[in-house]
């Protein structure tokens, strides 16, 4: 199952990659890829408010720097960390669920 989820570095959580359409799995391995990626999402609150905490330290920093040049590479190292948690957000509310045939389709939604 961990061969269908990549690790993003940039994210510090593994991704879904999945090789094939959603469609195309199983409900068995649907239901896997689920379980898994369920494990994966609720890292993604504690790895925000890690980067949060990084991102008010930087601020304070960047107030208290009187040199340009440190203070414009401190707002750049705010600007990326916040692409990272919005980035984690976006991540967050993917829902996937388990797709069947047309008469078991109730629960179809969104997709990985």
């Known amino acids: ?32 890829i689920l379980a898994f990626w369920e494990k994966q999402r609720a890292k993604i609150p504690d790895r925000i ?3 949060e905490k990084v991102v008010s330290r930087k601020t304070n920093d960047m107030l ?24 984690l957000n976006i991540w967050f509310r993917t829902e996937p669920v388990l797709t069947g045939n047309e008469k078991e389709d109730s629960l179809k939604r969104k997709h990985l």
């Open 1 to 32: 199952m961990q061969t269908l989820f990549i690790e993003d570095k940039r994210l510090g959580i593994a991704l879904p990659k999945l090789n094939k359409s959603w469609e195309l799995y199983t409900i068995e391995e649907q239901g896997e």
């Open 49 to 51: 408010k890690e980067l």
């Open 64 to 87: 208290l720097e009187n040199d340009a040049n440190k203070m414009i590479d401190l707002n750049n190292e705010i600007v990326h960390l916040a692409s990272v948690i919005n980035d």
